[in-house]
């Protein structure tokens, strides 16, 4: 019940006129959210890829949490710049991703930490040490070979929920080995299998270690950060020119590109608007348009929400010593191998179905494909020869269209609303003009249509055929926001009749299942051309929130 009124209760407050002091009362009377994140290793080399996997929980139940839909992912380096900064779609509290280091990257410690927006509010962070070695940019050497790093090699053990097996102990190159599973764990987990560092390295935080350390924050942050109920928030302002009044101004936002969303919000009395956008749209490039005749006394802003407040410390040290240059030598050159393959080695990315139009379903749309009548080059042409109850007006220069409604009504104190290729057109001047040749189809509804804050007198719907409408966008008006990373399968070769048999393989991460259910009751994959000895790591968490950790070891040669 307490999650269902604080839903009810962000959901009216991103959509009326909140002031930008607005607090909230006792944040310790809501749900809380905690990340554990799961990632492949903590040693790497720039060329290679941090694979991840987030459990977003909440801290009260420990079972996953449904409040967040986007959680973020950053890369730090000691001076705390952020080197990488992804979002990723949350589904029940759980995401995948993954971050290439590129050669720029310098040696040193970073960190990798993990948050979704409403962590903020009691500054808690997911946090761990990478190490990161550029075996370019400049000579290495051992430091000292006398030296050894302080840490030691730590295992937690859990309670045995699971039985992790593999068929056998040795393998050879290229061959198939299958893990099973004993144990009946309803939730999904993730599976890291990759070659085991033969060197002395800090010790990698795991599920249970992390569960049993985790202490509630009692931070409460000098900022306010709403929860990201629905998919990505955004915070924009907007300030007059003319000293006018900036309460009550309609805002619309349109994405520019393959996606295409519009959506209308409204100001509160300090010019503060938001957006809520579905997770599921992963376009970054879009426009913001004050929707008043009066918009050009009008200046737009985002307000950046994403620097952090929290400084990061304790960068554990990796000294370089003789056995992790030669190790970094050789991974170096398999790495490079892999690179120079990465062609035939892409990941795949699941299909993910967008949201349609808001009125796609609109049983009343009168839909024109307009290849099925004569073809006329003008839009104007167009709509007196095609399009019924539809005409276009002029007042001092300035054309709109407009759209007799069911009873055959008009109502021109109304505005119609013009979406061309998913972008909302608020000056139709910039339309009629258009090349009427490369309209594929025009979709009307007659009706009054209530969007957002505002009122229409009607929709007309066009899309083109190449669906490419470039708006009259002016470039103080367009902003790149940070979008939802995709979603993507790592590469895992097919031996079987031979296939991938001619392609070099040096894998080091034979296997990463972001999304593995332990309910199937095994897995398969293929070694690679490396030998030495491999570790198999399943973490998680079951659906009563217990942490789950095991590992087993086995050998190719």
Partial sequence: MKNILFFCFIVLLTNSTISQTTKFSDIDAYPQ?????????NFFLTGETVLYKIYCRDIASNTMSSLSKVGYVELIN?????????????KNGLGNGAIFLSS?????TYKIISYTQW??????????NIFIINPFSAKLTASDTLKKNNFKKEFVKTTTYLKLASNKKVYQKRELVTLTFDGHISKTMSLSVRKQDSILIPTKINAVAFEQNFKPSRIRSKKEYLPELRGSLYQGSITSKTNKSVLNKKIGLSFIGENKITKISITDATGIFFFNIDAAYDASNVRIQVLEKDKKNYTISLIDTHKLEKKFD????????????????KRSFYTQIENAYIEVKQPTYPFIKNNKAIFHHNKNKVVYILDEYTRFKTVKEVTVEILKDVWISKEKEE??????????ESNTTLK????????LVDNHNDFVFFDALKIKSIALIKEKYYFGAKNYHGIINIITFKNDYKPNVNSKNQFLLLKPIEEKITFSPDYRENINKQIPDFRTQLFWGSNFNLTAEKTSFYTSDQTGTFEAIIEGFTKEGIAIYEKITFSVQ
């Fill in 78 to 90: 000691q001076e705390n710049n952020s080197i990488s900064k992804q979002k990723i779609r949350l």
């Fill in 314 to 329: 304790n960068f554990d040290e990796l000294l370089l010593t003789e056995n992790i240059r030669k190790l970094i030598k």
């Fill in 399 to 408: 054309y709109c269209f407009n759209i007799r409604d069911v009873n055959l």
């Fill in 33 to 41: 959210e905690k990340i554990y994140l799961h990632t492949n290793t």
């Fill in 104 to 108: 720029s990257l310098k040696t040193g």
């Fill in 119 to 128: 962590m903020r509010n009691k500054q808690i962070f997911f946090e761990e």
């Fill in 416 to 423: 119609t609303l013009l979406i061309v290729d998913g972008f």
